[in-house]
């Protein structure tokens, strides 16, 4: 089972930025696609980005497409997920997710390994 550990969560101002960190146990992540979800209080999980095994395809939620970056580490087994302009509603508990596939990602929720999230809140 591959472990998988989110940092670089906090409080920032609105129009402010954080960069999330997913640190995993694979030492490659070629062939795992990786996803960023996030769950605010009283609301359904939703996926905001993912990247294949291979990195030829990254999907972005349109809430936050044009704000948020996802790309992988040199050293290949840490994805980030950069966050600018965030917005008040951006506030959630944000978790990485993996599956084995060296093309596949998706926004929904059928991965195989979860983090435990980090707590990003977005106020003034």
């Known amino acids: 089972q591959l472990q998988l550990v989110e940092s670089g969560g906090g409080l920032v101002q609105p129009g402010g930025s954080l960069r999330l960190s997913c640190v995993t146990s694979e030492f490659s992540l070629n062939y795992y696609g990786i996803g960023w979800f996030r769950q605010a209080p009283g609301k359904e999980r939703e996926g905001i980005s993912c990247?294949?095994?291979?990195?030829?395809?990254?999907n972005y939620a349109e809430s936050v497409k044009g704000r948020f970056t996802m790309y992988r580490a040199i050293e290949n087994n840490t994805v980030f997920l950069q966050m600018n302009s965030l917005k008040p509603e951006d506030t959630a508990v944000y978790y990485c997710?993996?599956?084995?596939?060296?093309?596949?990602?998706?926004?929904?929720?059928?991965?195989?390994?979860w983090g435990r999230g980090t707590q990003v809140t977005v106020s003034s």
């Open positions: 997710a993996a599956r084995a596939s060296y093309y596949w990602c998706s926004l929904s929720g059928e991965y195989t390994d």
């Open positions: 990247m294949s095994g291979s990195s030829d395809t990254t």
